[in-house]
Every structure is written in C-alpha cells, then in structure tokens.
C-alpha cells in the first residue's frame, strides 16, 4: 500500500530549532500542521488545527495546511503505517504539555526513555550520584543537589540548596518521580540524536554553561558511541541524549530527551527531523522494542 504525503504537526508558538525542522520538512515533502492556541488546553478530543493556506506559507511554501483537523477515525487505522482520517502517517514535534493532548487523539505514539533510565546508568557514564526518587522523598535533602523532571518540565532544573526549596506539596504531586544528582559542572556539551542505535546527528550546544553552538566534537561521537553500547538496548529507537565534558576531561551523560520535544540546535536537520518523525509517529507503525517506551 502507498501512504499519502506524511504530516507533521506543530504547536502554536514555534522555537528556533521548530522552524528549522519545519523548513526542512516543507523541503522533503511532508504536509505541517500547525496547532491554534485554542487546541491547549481546550477540545482535548478534536483540537482545533491552524496552519498556512496551502502555498500560501512564508514565501509561498507549499505544503502547509489551515483549517479544522478531524482525528475521526485515527483509532481505526491500518498497520501500514498510516494514520489520521485520509490514511495519512501523522508525526509530531511539540513540548509534553501540547503533546499529552493531541498525540492520542491523533494516533501518534510518543517515545521517551524510561523515567530512571539516568539513574540506572553505571557510574562510569555518569561520572556522579544520580537517583531516582519521589518529591516527597527528595523533600528530606539536606545538601545541595541538582533536582529535575526525568521527562518534562514539570519541576525546574535547578540546582536547590536543600529539599525545602523543592516545589512544595501544594504545587506537586508527592509522589512524581525527580531525577536527583550531585552537582556537576560542563564545560561543553553536546546533543546527540540517537536514531536506530547509531548517533544519526549531533552538535554542540553550550559552553561553560552558556548557548553555544557548534559542530560535534569527536570525542563527544566516541562517548556517545560508549553509551549506546553499555545501554542503548534500555532506550527507545529514537531518542536525544545531551553529553558534556567537565573541567577535567570527564565525559557524562547529563541526560535523555524525548526527540520529539527536542531543539535540533546545530546538528544537522534533515537527520535531526528523521529522529524526530521516528520518536513521534503512527502508534500502528510500532516496534516490539519501541512499545515498552511508549509515553
């Protein structure tokens, strides 16, 4: 069977590295959906889509689409791979928040790494303490520890001085799942897409702290290479992993991204958008392997 041109859907607001993906989608042929405002948090099960006029994008870019996205009868699509109401493969590019809502009412199956995956890598690739523990528990902290979500924003990644400066129970769930490490500070680091246990694109994206962007360092290839070998089998197909390397020469993993949700920043596009229509793509088209890293 022949699937028709595949779509890929994108939120509102459009980061940098968005509108990167998006051109390079427009170039390879894929139609972009572009979300209204209204589609988050509203109308959970039809969200409402807005995009260009077709060929009537910036610079009369063809390919894009306006109007009203009817999701009837995405639960019914076939395991071709095609998705949506007219057979169409539907992929997504999107924060967790606009994710949670429209990929299930699009048939779309978002990839992560599991909520631990960090804190159950040997030491050697981590180069520090790393748990996975609940808020509540992290709430007893009396030292300065580095506290993040493992797949979202949802809690800022910070370093906090102790447990008490943590979002408190009014604002968080007791029982999410953090990720908490000792401190560590990169002097570079890198962001690489992982795509079918190979690193399919990568490039530098901060120095000492601070955005900086760049090619890949060989080095920064080499460790990924390390990782994947120690435990690409406990990550999905697609995945970003973002290493850095300390004052000391150090390598480490600082941590896993979902692709979908990932800026590209200066790794190549067309690589970095082949990650990212694996990570977010038809449920049907699933993996045996990618089904237990579904979100």
Same mark, same amino acid.
């Given at each position: 069977?022949?699937?028709?041109?595949?779509?890929? $859907?994108?939120?509102?607001?459009?980061? *940098?590295s968005a509108?990167?993906?998006?051109a390079?989608?427009?170039?390879?042929?894929?139609?972009?959906?572009?979300?209204?405002?209204?589609? /988050?948090?509203?109308?959970?099960?039809?969200?409402? %889509?807005?995009?260009?006029?077709?060929?009537?994008?910036?610079?009369?870019?063809?390919?894009?689409?306006?109007?009203? %996205?009817?999701?009837?009868? #995405?639960?019914?699509?076939?395991?071709?791979?095609?998705?949506?109401?007219? &057979?169409?493969?539907?992929?997504?590019?999107?924060?967790?928040?606009?994710?949670?809502?429209?990929?299930? #009412?699009?048939?779309? #199956?978002?990839?992560?790494?599991?909520?631990?995956?960090?804190?159950?890598?040997?030491?050697?690739?981590?180069?520090?303490?790393?748990?996975?523990?609940?808020?509540?528990?992290?709430?007893?902290?009396?030292?300065?520890?580095f $506290?993040?979500?493992?797949?979202?924003?949802?809690?800022?990644?910070? /370093?906090?001085?102790?447990?008490?400066?943590?979002?408190?129970?009014?604002?968080?769930?007791?029982?999410?799942?953090?990720? /908490?490490?000792?401190?560590?500070?990169f *002097?570079?680091?890198?962001?690489?897409?992982?795509?079918?246990g190979?690193?399919?694109?990568?490039?530098?994206?901060?120095?000492? &702290?601070?955005?900086?962007?760049?090619?890949?360092? &060989?080095?920064?290839?080499?460790? &990924?290479?390390?990782?994947?070998?120690?435990?690409?089998?406990?990550?999905?197909?697609?995945? $970003?992993?973002d290493?850095?390397?300390?004052?000391?020469?150090?390598?480490? /993993?600082?941590?896993?991204?979902?692709? %979908?949700?990932?800026?590209?920043?200066?790794?190549?596009?067309?690589?970095?958008?082949?990650? $990212?229509?694996?990570?977010?793509?038809?449920?049907?088209?699933?993996?045996?392997?990618?089904?237990?890293?579904?979100?």
């Amino acid at each position: 069977m022949t699937c028709p041109p595949r779509i890929l $859907v994108l939120p509102p607001r459009l980061t *940098a590295s968005a509108r990167t993906l998006r051109a390079t989608a427009l170039r390879r042929g894929l139609r972009i959906v572009e979300a209204t405002a209204s589609a /988050v948090p509203e109308g959970l099960g039809s969200p409402g %889509w807005a995009g260009w006029p077709e060929g009537a994008g910036p610079a009369g870019s063809p390919g894009d689409t306006r109007g009203t %996205w009817d999701t009837r009868g #995405a639960d019914s699509a076939e395991s071709t791979g095609c998705t949506g109401s007219d &057979g169409h493969a539907v992929h997504l590019h999107a924060g967790p928040s606009f994710a949670d809502v429209v990929a299930p #009412a699009l048939g779309i #199956a978002l990839l992560e790494a599991p909520a631990d995956w960090l804190a159950r890598l040997p030491r050697a690739l981590t180069q520090r303490d790393v748990r996975a523990m609940t808020i509540g528990e992290a709430y007893r902290l009396r030292r300065p520890a580095f $506290v993040k979500s493992p797949n979202d924003k949802s809690i800022s990644a910070l /370093v906090y001085a102790d447990g008490s400066r943590l979002p408190g129970p009014d604002a968080v769930d007791p029982a999410t799942v953090v990720l /908490v490490s000792d401190v560590m500070t990169f *002097a570079v680091e890198y962001r690489l897409h992982l795509l079918d246990g190979a690193v399919h694109a990568a490039g530098q994206y901060a120095e000492a &702290g601070r955005l900086r962007l760049g090619p890949p360092d &060989g080095d920064a290839l080499a460790f &990924g290479r390390d990782v994947l070998a120690a435990a690409g089998e406990t990550l999905p197909s697609a995945i $970003v992993v973002d290493v850095g390397r300390d004052d000391e020469g150090r390598w480490a /993993v600082i941590e896993a991204n979902a692709a %979908w949700a990932s800026g590209c920043y200066s790794a190549d596009p067309d690589r970095s958008l082949e990650t $990212v229509l694996r990570a977010a793509g038809p449920a049907t088209a699933l993996s045996p392997h990618d089904r237990d890293f579904v979100r």
